[in-house]
């Protein structure tokens, strides 16, 4: 993992080699003329006010002697002061041209690292998502990546600094004069010593406050998103205190790793100016005894700094980059996962066959078996009915049908084609779905329907709506078409979301049509206008209805009735409310209430 790590990090930053190039040039170009500028001031003071021997280059010391020498340059001080400021802004030239193009290089890795992200989530199986729980990957595709691009863009070049002041300013003083060079680092290797130890640290608690902050982020997509079912069964209560909870175990961990941060700084503060008063005073001192110039204590005051504070930056520099490898590890736990395979291959028949079930098995989980030698045939183009108790395995048939999963054993066909041959995506864009549950999107009612479609016409939107029954409902509404829908449609009933989503299905042409309970939410008179419309609408679609409601099945051309995996039985309405099983007692229980309920209203109109 660590290596795929480092080969996904690689393969994105050679994608913007040229700007991380340009970064890199403009570092080394501003730590040169850093450690150039104190050595101008010594030279100044001792080569031109005091004639000691020169630090400079050769050909340096020529241009000087051509403009007259050490005593035009002690007399005209005010060119050192003009080189100085040029020095200056050049470094700011460099410094700001280094911080653009790393900060572009990093916003631009982000962004592909972002797209990849998403379309290989988009690519992943349906039982991986089954299982994800989607705070947590909203998390790794956010926060995680702006920690990736916050190192790259901030911290990155800060390692390339920190090495090269380092080495330059070791080389350079030792040069200078040994003895005073090793006193300036007697704190250095307790510096690298501490800022190994802070990156050790920084790496587990960075990882544990980033599950958190994901799980806290879980706790409320999922709260935000459930928030009728939490205002229905008024448990605004137990879901602030469940938010507390995990917020409160993200602050912890947090406020450890803020605690670590300012322990680092305030020791490694200690430290740097313990050591930087040390080489002060041991400056003073050879300088008193006249074993060094004026100039070579003002270079070792200067570069003692530059040699300490990188190394104190270290630890920062680690703790990013500890930071940015836990965050691309978490992002390369979603990308390691493998995406449904492509098919190259596979077939892409017509899907107005027969579907058959030929012993199929399968199982969500070892030990658990949902469908059990399951067989039956859907004839093309009718409309087939299950029944079944929860649990029985109807929806699972669906999710199989899609081949959202594979069964463990068995065959499914269309036609002569085994389902397992038949490009998935190809199969899915055919078949139709309408959930119990539907989705929506928090955009306008005739959005919402027509999205299933690049350019949709009015016409091919308003047909659908009224083939669903939901034409009366929008016109109604506010705004008509153009009101706008609530996140996840939590502004419509159940019966309107429903309706909605059935108008979405059908406008693309579908082979297959699927309604999972998707008809439970709407009144029996606009259930069988639903019906109607749809077996005039299509007449050569292969329909399923997947229901509890007797008055919903009763018109199937089929009826399947399953039980623990199993069809139990099958057949007409009128050949099962006799055969004395679980579909006739269903029908006995669901018209004695609407017996019931007649009897009760009719008394009522009658008082």
């Not at 406020?255 to 503060?269: G, N, P």
């Not at 969500?364 to 649990?391: C, H, N, Q, W």
């Amino acid at each position: 993992m660590h290596n795929r790590k480092l080969r996904l990090m690689g393969n994105l930053m050679l994608e913007n080699k040229w700007y991380f190039l340009a970064a890199l040039l403009c570092t080394v170009m501003t730590v040169i003329i850093e450690f150039i500028t104190p050595i101008v001031l010594a030279e100044t003071l001792d080569y031109y006010l005091q004639g000691k021997p020169s630090r400079m280059p050769a050909f340096i010391n020529a241009w000087v002697d051509a403009w007259g020498g050490p005593s035009f340059m002690a007399r005209n001080l005010w060119i050192v002061g003009l080189v100085m400021v040029g020095l200056n802004l050049l470094s700011g030239v460099f410094s700001f041209t280094k911080s653009r193009t790393q900060s572009i290089a990093g916003e631009n890795v982000s962004l592909m690292l972002r797209e990849k992200l998403y379309s290989h989530i988009q690519k992943l199986p349906f039982s991986y998502h089954v299982k994800a729980e989607t705070g947590d990957l909203v998390q790794r595709c956010t926060s995680d990546v702006e920690t990736v691009r916050r190192f790259l863009a901030m911290q990155l070049m800060s390692v390339v600094n920190a090495l090269m002041m380092i080495t330059f300013a070791i080389v350079y003083l030792l040069q200078e004069n040994v003895k005073i060079t090793l006193i300036s680092m007697i704190m250095v290797p307790g510096l690298f010593l501490f800022a190994y130890l802070f990156f050790k640290w920084v790496i587990k608690n960075f990882r544990l406050s980033d599950e958190a902050e994901g799980k806290m982020s879980a706790v409320l997509q999922e709260n935000l998103t459930g928030v009728r079912v939490v205002r229905a069964f008024g448990q605004q209560e137990y879901e602030v205190e469940k938010f507390e909870k995990v917020s409160e175990d993200y602050r912890k961990k947090s406020f450890k790793l803020s605690k670590l941060l300012a322990t680092y700084w305030a020791t490694s503060d200690a430290m740097s100016m313990i050591q930087s008063m040390v080489t002060l005073l041991t400056c003073v001192f050879f300088a008193i005894r006249g074993e060094i110039t004026i100039g070579t204590l003002t270079i070792f005051t200067s570069y003692v700094w530059k040699l300490l504070w990188p190394i104190r930056q270290l630890g920062r520099i680690l703790s990013d980059a500890g930071k940015s490898a836990v965050a691309m590890g978490r992002i390369d736990e979603i990308l390691s996962q493998e995406t449904e395979p492509e098919e190259k291959d596979a077939k892409k028949p017509s899907l107005k066959g027969d579907i058959v079930f030929d012993h199929v098995n399968f199982r969500y989980e070892e030990g658990r078996e949902v469908l059990k030698d399951m067989s039956f045939t859907i004839p093309a183009g009718k409309t087939v009915a299950i029944l079944g108790a929860t649990g029985s395995g109807k929806s699972t048939v669906v999710h199989l049908l899609q081949r959202l999963f594979e069964p463990q054993s068995g065959e499914i066909r269309i036609g002569d084609t085994p389902l397992r041959e038949i490009d998935r995506y190809y199969l899915r864009s055919h078949v139709g779905l309408v959930l119990q549950e539907p989705f929506l999107y928090s955009k306008t009612l005739k959005e919402n329907v027509g999205i299933t479609l690049r350019n949709p016409t009015d016409e091919q939107i308003d047909q659908a709506v009224t083939d669903a029954a939901a034409k009366e409902f929008i016109l109604e509404s506010d705004k008509g078409y153009e009101t706008l829908v609530g996140e996840r449609g939590v502004t419509l009933s159940g019966g309107q979301k429903q309706r909605i989503a059935i108008a979405r299905t059908l406008m693309k042409e579908n082979d297959i049509l699927i309604f999972d309970d998707s008809l439970s939410a709407v009144d029996t008179e606009t259930d069988a206008q639903i019906r109607a419309a749809l077996k005039k609408r299509s007449e050569d679609t292969t329909t399923i209805i997947i229901s509890h409601r007797i008055v919903t099945l009763s018109q199937a051309d089929l009826i399947l009735v399953m039980e623990d995996g199993r069809v139990s039985e099958q057949g007409t309405h009128e050949e099962l409310i006799h055969s004395g099983g679980l579909y006739s007692r269903i029908f006995n229980i669901q018209s004695a209430l609407e017996e019931e309920f007649k009897e009760e209203k009719a008394s009522h109109a009658t008082v």
